[in-house]
């Protein structure tokens, strides 16, 4: 396990556990837990360490695991899909899927002495869970439709691979960057509208053009600091940095400028020198102010990005003037061209991310039929199926399938993102998923609404579901009605994505769930063009 730059004096429990046995270690012993149950396992192996192979114990659903994969720019094939399906389908109806807000996929009623064989299977088709949870990098999003969009003006798909490998020692493990003070999220982004969502991430890239400088080479080790504009020749393409978003239940902070500005060959190298410097110097006494962002307060700007540069072994060029985040943010759900000839890619929307195993044995289906056998993830929980030829397209879109998983939803149900809830999280105050689809049916059933409205459910401050990006998010909380306790909601408003994308804030605290139907349609009349159906006036 890499050193960390600590004592164990001001060591919190979880790094305690962590200087004990390096999570990683765990991987030598999935044999031994399948074979002697999750009853018998060690509390910290079983609560904390088998998180850094993707497996979760879930207190709500003891005995029944969330396995929580690896999708790099939230792309896989149909034969992936296919196994993924057969895991889901041994557990019958304990067995489910939820696509998450980060382009990736967690698999619900995992049996602990399958372990071993599931592992297998996901090696035989090139699939990881490994460093997915804990103190590790997450899954690193990219453009859904990169290599897919016209107008893109860089292709992310093999940058986010390099990063993953880098990261993961390609899927094996990785101990430099098993250790991290917390978790920690990178995203890149090779669009004009920001589908990622770049501003909530620890480390984000977003396309910006410089002026030519000399000969780039590979970057970085290219440019000098004596370097000037007066060199140019053409604008050259790279990427703005960004630094330092999170949320959690403590503080929510948007990503700020680095003031730097690197070619697609160097982001592979500024990810590591940023997460050395993270892992060797951030916080390891207080959990809740162990994110990015808190060294960076600690420290101010201007050393962090120096610490870094130190690392890179080179000086940062200046942050492009703009970036090119310059459209609103794209849903790509529906029927859309691609930049190469006849061929189209198709977005289904998938109500709060849910699929059971048929789901996911028609989705494969689907794309191996009508595409080239591959499938995306958005972060808006839903699936991208490409390459669908001009001739295949009338059939693909009369599959049974696309009813249960629509082209063309009513608006607010178009738009709604929620995070796994009660069901199933122990963090979570109150149910979410359920919930969230039968009140958008009830504000649909009495609406009428031109355009659509982003509606976010989260079950806790720890902001899974992002409420703080949304046109109206909700939180779960406890509230109080006639002296009792109720599940509840903290509602926010404001938040924006792709252009000038900014955080919402919370304009109503503990409204109780069973309140929530008026109050969302009063603020969906006043706020977003909404109006009663005539047979709600009568």
Not at 410 to 426: D, E, I, W
């Amino acid at each position: 396990m890499t050193e960390v730059a600590t004592t164990t004096t001001t060591l919190n429990r979880f790094e305690k556990f962590k200087a004990e046995k390096d999570g990683l270690a765990i991987k030598s012993e999935i044999e031994k837990f399948a074979s002697i149950g999750w009853e018998a396992m060690d509390d910290t192996d079983r609560d904390h360490r088998l998180k850094w192979v993707g497996v979760f114990f879930r207190p709500v659903t003891p005995g029944k695991f969330m396995m929580r994969m690896r999708m790099p720019n939230g792309i896989l094939t149909a034969a992936q899909m296919q196994v993924l399906a057969e895991v889901v389908q041994r557990y019958g109806d304990d067995g489910s899927a939820d696509i998450t807000t980060r382009q990736n996929i967690q698999l619900r009623g995992i049996r602990i002495e399958d372990l071993p064989e599931i592992f297998h299977k996901f090696h035989a088709v090139g699939l990881t869970s490994v460093q997915s949870g804990m103190d590790n990098v997450r899954n690193i999003t990219g453009d859904p439709v990169a290599g897919l969009d016209a107008d893109e003006l860089f292709d992310t798909r093999k940058l986010v691979q390099q990063i993953q490998d880098m990261l993961t020692n390609k899927g094996e493990g990785n101990p430099e960057f098993t250790n991290l003070p917390r978790k920690f999220n990178i995203a890149i982004t090779g669009g004009r509208d920001n589908s990622v969502h770049a501003e909530i991430n620890d480390l984000a890239f977003v396309p910006a053009f410089r002026e030519g400088i000399g000969d780039q080479g590979s970057g970085i080790g290219k440019i000098t600091a004596q370097s000037s504009i007066s060199d140019s020749q053409s604008p050259i393409f790279g990427f703005n940095i960004l630094v330092g978003g999170f949320f959690s239940a403590k503080r929510c902070e948007a990503a700020i400028p680095l003031d730097a500005w690197v070619s697609p060959a160097d982001v592979v190298a500024v990810c590591r020198a940023v997460l050395e410097v993270f892992r060797d110097h951030g916080s390891r006494a207080n959990r809740l102010k162990s994110r990015l962002m808190w060294l960076i307060d600690e420290w101010g700007l201007e050393k962090f990005r120096s610490e870094v540069e130190q690392r890179l072994g080179k000086p940062f060029l200046p942050a492009a003037p703009k970036d090119e985040i310059d459209w609103e943010k794209r849903d790509h759900i529906g029927v859309y061209k691609q930049k190469q000839p006849e061929l189209n890619y198709v977005g289904l929307h998938i109500p709060v991310g849910r699929m059971t195993a048929q789901d996911m044995f028609e989705i494969a289906r689907l794309a191996d039929v009508y595409g080239s056998g591959e499938i995306r993830f958005t972060v808006e929980q839903n699936i991208i199926i490409p390459n669908i030829h001009d001739s295949s397209l009338v059939f693909f879109l009369a599959e049974p399938l696309l009813e249960k998983f629509s082209i063309d939803p009513k608006p607010l149900t178009r738009s709604l993102v929620s995070c796994t809830g009660a069901q199933f999280c122990n963090f979570a105050l109150i149910e979410t998923k359920s919930r969230a689809q039968a009140v958008i049916k009830a504000l649909e059933a009495d609406l009428e609404l031109t355009r659509p409205v982003r509606i976010h459910w989260t079950g806790c401050p720890n902001s899974c579901g992002q409420p703080q990006v949304a046109d109206i998010g909700l939180m779960g909380t406890k509230a109080r009605k006639n002296g009792k306790a109720v599940e509840g909601v903290d509602i926010y408003m404001g938040g924006k994505v792709g252009k000038e994308a900014q955080l919402g804030t919370c304009v109503q605290k503990g409204v109780p769930c069973e309140d929530l139907l008026p109050v969302l349609r009063e603020l969906l009349v006043k706020n977003f063009d909404a109006r009663l159906r005539e047979s709600v006036l009568v």
